[in-house]
């Protein structure tokens, strides 16, 4: 057989695996997005692999290890290599478990050791400015302006506000069900000021959907009246950060730090912030006890038995 022809035929071979993974993720319940991630991880690692003439069902943990080391010379973090690294690892071993593939060494390879990382938060007077920004009656800026809350004040993740739909939260709700990673539900407080601009929104929003002939029940929507993205949520949240004049490396998951970080820094209990967050390990939320140093001093002064001697 010509070599072209083969090639060609391994690669139609692989797609067909490729669409099987993706079945088997989604009977795993994993988000869209998460889905999405792992089949766009994998894609840049097929490219690489295709690059070196080396068909993937053939490639070996040397070949992955190269792979990293480009990744490192595109000067990618140790977090990003290590979700590129994880996502391959799942191939793998899907490949494996099917007798797609014998490369084991590859499922068991060491995970980059991540950079020491701080959340980024705002502080209390930034959220005071995104609530004092006037909105004019202008649609787009009373729906930043509760995305942005909803992040603030439930600690929502991007995919999981773009996913809230009008069935799950009405005016007054005392609690929000979210379903979030891996399936896995958590009800959280709602606070009143959310509902603040509840009914000018909800009005607002009517008659977008009216005006462009949509009918989705999204509780976010577009201009047009389509559910918005989560793209368009970040686009929107750095827009609304220029709105209130807040100068920072900002994306929209600051506003789910800052959630985290104004909870512990009030003395919330680790393990409460955890389930609200919805980790699945107390070790992701330990990254939110960054406390300024003026309150580790009041906590010290407040708390230590020989501060006042």
């Known amino acids: 057989m010509n070599c072209s022809v083969e090639k060609i035929n ?11 993974f993706s ?14 991630s792992y089949n766009k ?24 290890r190269e792979y990293l080391k480009y990744l490192k010379n595109k000067k990618l973090t140790n977090a990003t290599m290590s979700r590129h690294l994880s996502s391959i690892k799942k191939l793998y071993k899907y490949l494996v478990r099917n007798n797609y593939s014998e490369k084991n060494k590859i499922i068991n390879m060491k995970t980059p050791k991540r950079e020491e990382h701080i959340a980024k938060f705002l502080s209390v007077n930034d959220i005071d400015k995104i609530i004092a920004i006037e909105d004019n009656g202008d649609f787009t800026l009373i729906r930043d302006k ?45 606070l ?36 918005i993205s989560d793209r ?23 506003l789910r730090h800052t959630f985290a970080t104004h909870l512990l820094n009030n003395d919330a209990e680790i393990r409460g912030v955890q389930e609200l967050l919805g980790h699945e390990t107390i070790a992701t939320t330990q990254r939110y006890t960054h406390v300024t140093n003026s309150r580790l001093f009041e906590v010290y002064n407040k708390f230590h038995p020989r501060s006042r001697q």
Not at 24 to 35: E, K, R, V
Not at 232 to 254: G, Q, V
Request: proline residues 2%.
């Open 10 to 20: 391994k690669n139609e071979e692989f797609n067909l695996i490729l669409n099987e």
């Open 23 to 36: 079945d088997y993720l989604h009977t795993l319940n994993f988000a869209a997005h998460t889905i999405n």
């Open 41 to 64: 991880d994998i894609r840049e690692y097929i490219k690489f692999i295709n690059s070196k003439n080396i068909y993937i069902l053939e490639a070996d943990h040397y070949d992955v």
């Open 146 to 190: 509760m995305m942005a809350l909803f992040m603030y004040s439930i600690g929502l993740r991007v995919s999981e506000l773009a996913s809230l739909k009008l069935g799950m939260i009405e005016k007054n709700y005392k609690t929000l069900r979210i379903c979030g990673k891996g399936s896995k539900y958590r009800d959280i407080p709602l």
């Open 192 to 227: 009143p000021i959310i509902y603040d601009n509840w009914d000018i929104y909800i009005q607002k929003r009517a008659m977008i959907q009216k005006e462009y002939s949509q009918q989705n029940d999204y509780l976010f929507i577009n201009r047009f009246g389509k559910a």
């Open 232 to 254: 368009s949520i970040r686009t929107s949240m750095k827009r609304l950060m220029r709105e209130a004049n807040i100068n920072i490396d900002f994306s929209p998951h600051t």
